[in-house]
């Protein structure tokens, strides 16, 4: 089955830029969508069709996507930045099944 | 505004049947795609099921041949029926207009 692989953990400090990979073979043909999820929280949409930033998104969160890899980035990270991220997509083999990332614990301290 | 609100959680012994509910304001379920996601506990995100505008289905197959999406245009209303529930299926439930909207979930506990 298809998968999507993220780092398990990433760390930086506050103002520093942090940088979440996300590798899945199908990406060169489907979107990249991420995630942010706080302790006991439901998702939020931070990035949606590999670089599209939703309304009342902060700009320091972008993201990108160059073959088999998609990236979230956080310009000058937040304390309050600190969240799981996941990364989203579909299967274009099976192209109504979605997947999800294994989720990315970040830490800004 | 746009919100999502699940209901329908609970415990339920192996082998039983659930049925999940998302009321939805601020949109209209029918003309967008709307899937369930769940999250087991501790665990990462796992998509479930999708519905689209034209009414066709698909599942993870994880749960394919188990569970049914539906919707009740009239009510405006997202389903999901549970059957033949195992005790990997404890998770929370979350109810999802794509990409954007997400609710607050249910939590679904599968035990004997």
């Known amino acids: 089955s298809y998968e999507l692989t993220q780092p398990p953990s990433v760390s930086v400090s506050p103002g520093q830029t942090a940088r979440i990979t996300c590798s899945g073979d199908?990406?060169?043909?489907?979107?990249a969508y991420w995630y942010q999820q706080m302790s006991g929280q439901a998702p939020v949409l931070v990035i949606y069709?590999?670089?599209k930033r939703p309304s009342g998104i902060p700009e320091r969160f972008s993201g990108s996507s160059s073959g088999t890899m998609a990236t979230l980035t956080i310009s000058g990270a937040q304390v309050e930045d600190e969240a799981d991220y996941y990364c989203?997509?579909?299967?274009?083999?099976?192209?109504?099944?979605?997947?999800f990332g294994g989720g990315t614990k970040l830490t800004v301290l | 505004e746009v919100q999502l609100v699940e209901s329908g959680g609970g415990w339920i012994q192996p082998g039983g049947s659930l049925r999940l509910s998302c009321a939805a304001s601020?949109?209209?379920?029918?003309?967008?795609?709307m899937s369930w996601v769940r999250q087991a506990p501790g665990k990462g995100l796992e998509w479930v099921s999708v519905?689209?505008?034209?009414?066709?289905?698909y599942y993870a197959e994880s749960v394919k041949g188990r569970f049914t999406i539906s919707r009740d245009n009239s009510k405006n209303t997202l389903y999901i029926q549970m059957n033949s529930l195992r005790a990997e299926d404890t998770a929370v439930y979350y109810c999802?207009?794509?990409?954007?909207?997400w609710g607050q979930g249910t939590v679904v506990t599968v035990s004997s």
């Open positions: 999802t207009k794509e990409p954007d909207y």
């Open positions: 601020g949109f209209i379920v029918s003309n967008n795609y």
């Open positions: 519905i689209y505008s034209d009414g066709s289905a």
């Open positions: 199908a990406l060169p043909k489907t979107y």
């Open positions: 069709e590999d670089n």
């Open positions: 989203y997509s579909t299967d274009s083999s099976y192209n109504h099944r979605r997947v």
